[in-house]
């Protein structure tokens, strides 16, 4: 058994988005995301195999869903499900401090 932090480790620069994987078992993963200032590539969307349950736990953020007008803004808290092949971006995300994302793909 291995104890950790998920605030802990976090490198003072973030020149890409840091994804890494905390757990993997069978068709599931758990994921921690942590974004300064990232967003999706402009024209570019997320279309995964799998669904995913995401939780917003410090910072903030800002997600669109392909095909609606509506920005989903999320803040330390909120959580979001995204079915599989439900196209998604990341607007953007906080500029002045981490933000940091748990999401389950299964």
Same mark, same amino acid.
């Given at each position: 058994m291995k104890k950790d932090n998920i605030f802990r480790k976090i490198p003072a620069e973030l $020149? =890409? =988005?840091l994804f890494e994987n905390i757990l993997e078992q069978g068709s599931?993963? *758990?994921e921690r995301i942590v974004s300064r200032a990232h967003a999706? $590539? #402009? &024209? =570019?969307w997320y279309d995964q195999e799998k669904n995913e349950w995401v939780i917003l736990l410090k910072g903030s953020a800002g997600l669109r869903i392909? &095909?609606?007008d509506d920005l989903i803004v999320l803040a330390p808290g909120d959580y979001l499900f995204l079915p599989a092949h *439900?196209?998604? +971006?990341v607007e953007w995300t906080a500029h002045d +401090? =981490?933000?940091i994302?748990? #999401? *389950?793909h299964y």
């Amino acid at each position: 058994m291995k104890k950790d932090n998920i605030f802990r480790k976090i490198p003072a620069e973030l $020149p =890409e =988005e840091l994804f890494e994987n905390i757990l993997e078992q069978g068709s599931f993963t *758990l994921e921690r995301i942590v974004s300064r200032a990232h967003a999706t $590539p #402009a &024209g =570019e969307w997320y279309d995964q195999e799998k669904n995913e349950w995401v939780i917003l736990l410090k910072g903030s953020a800002g997600l669109r869903i392909q &095909g609606s007008d509506d920005l989903i803004v999320l803040a330390p808290g909120d959580y979001l499900f995204l079915p599989a092949h *439900l196209k998604h +971006r990341v607007e953007w995300t906080a500029h002045d +401090r =981490e933000t940091i994302w748990l #999401a *389950l793909h299964y």
